[in-house]
């Protein structure tokens, strides 16, 4: 990572850094923003994270003791440490847009220097410093490589590296995605040698599932999952009424797409979410660049395999749209 030394400069200059990361918190938008506190914390540098939205329950181990703001919750907290910020970083985003429209105008109007390290396609040209890896799994694994060009891997320990292996789990799905290498391995074996437990990170993220999440998939899968075989594709859909039905949380619906993705001979699945009278669109494939149907057709983006939208239309008409997109996607 050419920019390491500028970055370790830039905060070492700084008297309040904040780190902040995408809306909808997931593995490595919390694991990264631990990491890195942790990170700077050893070299005696004081930070505080700022996230739009709180973090999902299923997380909340992650955070051990540190603290997470939340612009949802602590809304003057977050707008009083982005005024008095003098470096900003944004991780796992790559523009103001993913931290809703209150917190992405805080970051835009933001004096603070501004530091990027992401791994998504076409970051927007607001920040000061900008590490952009698309080939990169995680922004998680960024930060271990920040770690180790900035000459600091003896300060390494497992509460540093933990939030880290979770962000790098998560968003390789265990390990299993196109993007790991023998790079992410090794730097799982140096996380390894400080003692990590890696089987607790696993049960904590994945094996505390409440009875209710389970119902909810079960009843998704059961009752709401349509497949298109002469488009390969998936689609699941649950409105707020069914979510209510089974006391749901966020997070719940994690994973679900997945669950549509794993279908036999399916190569693209939708998960369509209706939530606060929106829909929320989460796109997974095997093969056709989900980005570019979530960038043409619901206002989003992500990476080719794994992206996400949103519409302001009806459920039914919003599954619609897509049904009526895919043809021209699908080889
Ligand atoms: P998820 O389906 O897990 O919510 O999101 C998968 C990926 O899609 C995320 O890592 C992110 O890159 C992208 N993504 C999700 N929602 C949006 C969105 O509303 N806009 C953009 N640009 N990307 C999104
Ligand atoms: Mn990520």
Known sequence: MKQA?????????????????????????????????????????????????????????????????DFENDTVDVKEAMAQADVIFSLDYNGAGRLGDDMGALLTDAKAKKIMIDHHLNPDDIFDVSVSHPE??????????????????????????????????????????????ARTHEIIAQMLKTGLNHTAIHENTFDGNR???????????????????????????????????????????????????????????????????????????KGPAVNEIAADHFQGGGHKFAAGGISFDSMEATIERFKSVIPKYVK
């Open 5 to 69: 030394k500028e970055i370790i400069d830039i905060v070492s200059d700084a008297h309040n850094v904040v780190i902040t990361s995408h809306k909808s918190p997931d593995g490595d938008s919390i694991g990264s923003s631990l990491g890195l506190y942790r990170f700077l914390k050893s070299l005696n540098i004081q930070s505080t994270i700022c996230h739009p939205d709180p973090c999902p329950n299923f997380l909340d181990w992650a955070k051990r003791s540190d603290h997470i703001l």
């Open 136 to 181: 990169v799994g995680s922004t998680s694994q960024l930060i271990f490589e920040l770690i180790d060009a900035s000459g600091n891997l003896d300060k390494l320990t497992k509460e540093m590296v933990e939030p880290l292996y979770l962000g790098i789990m998560t968003d390789t799905g265990s390990f299993r995605f196109d993007s790991v290498n």
């Open 211 to 285: 009875l209710d999440k389970l119902k909810l998939r079960g009843y998704a899968i059961s009752e709401k999952l349509e497949i298109i075989s002469e488009m390969k594709t998936a689609i699941v859909s649950l409105t707020d009424a069914e979510m209510q039905r089974f006391n749901f949380i966020k997070g719940d619906t994690e994973g679900l797409v997945n669950v549509a993705l794993s279908v036999e001979g399916v190569e693209m699945a939708a998960f369509f979410a209706e939530k606060d009278g929106k829909i929320k669109i989460s796109f997974r494939s």
